[in-house]
């Protein structure tokens, strides 16, 4: 399988003298984006999975003047995973968070109350190594976040978005009164939330009111690659109600059922990639964060404006999607409509 197909071609899974050389590009960029000054405190919320990546986030912040404190937990069993108590008191006191994390961080207490009380703040789920090397981190954040603030706008306004895609994606749902989270990877004021390297905005559906399927043909948290094994999701009246396809699908649907909660089923998220530098199918945050990608969001919604927490939070991926807000096309397959 040729790079093209298949873009991890970096040798970050080996563990060498020379990566936390190269891992302070992207460390040193995420320094930029969260706007980091001397003085203050940088929280990263880890596990021991990506102990590594910590430490280049935390000599990052060091050689800006901040002072890093890293805390570290064993990896938990999903994403969306609460997190103990102590670590959501850390989250209150810290000036700036980072959530380099194996399992995504973004929909929990700690990073809620974090922004309620006015900290700034990214997740970096299942980041790897070399996601601080090339590949999204290449991007001008400050680009992509003009173009989600524009979309942003649009969809402030709205009432219904739809999404397509060219293997048959059909999905609709209201989203009045809902709040636009603009991910975009710029998280440099009071109560702003990145994805880093990421770049997305997205929201959350009023409970109960989207309609249709979802081909995933590029990746599902938890799952893994499904460019060759594409999973469709039906979802009605607000929920997933069935997988469909071979392997992928069988077990992204005994993750779910393994909840036991019919929450975990719930239809949570519309999520729009801004990041034309992200690669396809190299790592979840460029993913969920690549231009011309879109994700569904299945589980908790209370992070991002929803009613509903779920003990999960899952998101699956399609390329080339087309979207419409009140039916008109407002970016197609990565290019702007507006």
């Known amino acids: 399988m040729s790079t093209r197909e298949w873009t991890i071609s970096y040798w970050h899974y080996i563990p060498a003298p020379s990566s936390p050389i190269q891992m302070m590009r992207g460390a040193l960029k995420c320094m930029d984006c969260g706007g980091v000054k001397p003085g203050e405190t940088v929280l990263i919320s880890t596990d021991t999975n990506k102990l590594r990546i910590a430490e280049a986030l935390a000599s ?8 890093p404190i890293i805390i570290i937990i064993p990896p938990v069993k999903t994403h969306g995973a609460q997190l103990p108590e102590p670590v959501v008191a850390a989250f209150r006191e810290a000036d700036v968070f980072l959530q380099p994390s194996t399992w995504s961080q973004t929909h929990t207490k700690a990073r809620v109350e974090a922004i309620k009380a006015g900290k700034r703040g990214s997740t970096m789920c299942e980041i790897t190594e070399d996601a601080l090397c090339l590949g999204a981190i290449e991007a001008d954040y400050e680009e992509c976040d003009r173009l989600g603030r524009k979309l942003g706008e649009v969809l402030a306004e709205t009432k219904e978005i739809r999404i397509t895609s060219p293997l048959g994606t059909d999905i609709c749902g209201e989203v009045k009164g809902r709040p636009v989270q603009y991910e975009t990877g710029l998280f440099r004021n009071p109560g702003e939330f990145a994805a880093f390297p990421d770049s997305e905005i997205n929201i959350s559906p009023v409970e109960g009111t989207t309609e249709g399927k979802a081909v995933i043909d590029v990746s599902i948290m938890s799952v893994g690659i499904t460019l060759y094994d594409p999973v469709t999701l039906v979802i009605k009246e607000g929920k997933v109600v069935d997988i469909q396809g071979g392997g992928n699908a069988r077990r992204f649907r005994e993750i779910l059922e ?11 998220e519309f999520g729009i990639g801004l990041n034309p530098c992200a690669r396809l199918a190299a790592t979840n945050l460029e993913d969920l964060g690549r231009l011309g990608n879109c994700h569904c969001g299945i589980g908790s919604n209370f992070a991002i404006g929803g009613k509903v927490l779920a003990p999960n939070h899952h998101d699956a991926i399609f390329k080339d999607a087309s979207v419409y807000f009140d039916g008109k096309l407002v970016l197609d397959k990565g290019v702007c409509k507006i």
Do not use: H, M, Q
């Open 60 to 67: 990052a912040a060091y050689a800006v003047g901040a002072t």
């Open 258 to 268: 393994g909840f036991e909660d019919e929450k975990a089923f719930n239809f949570a």
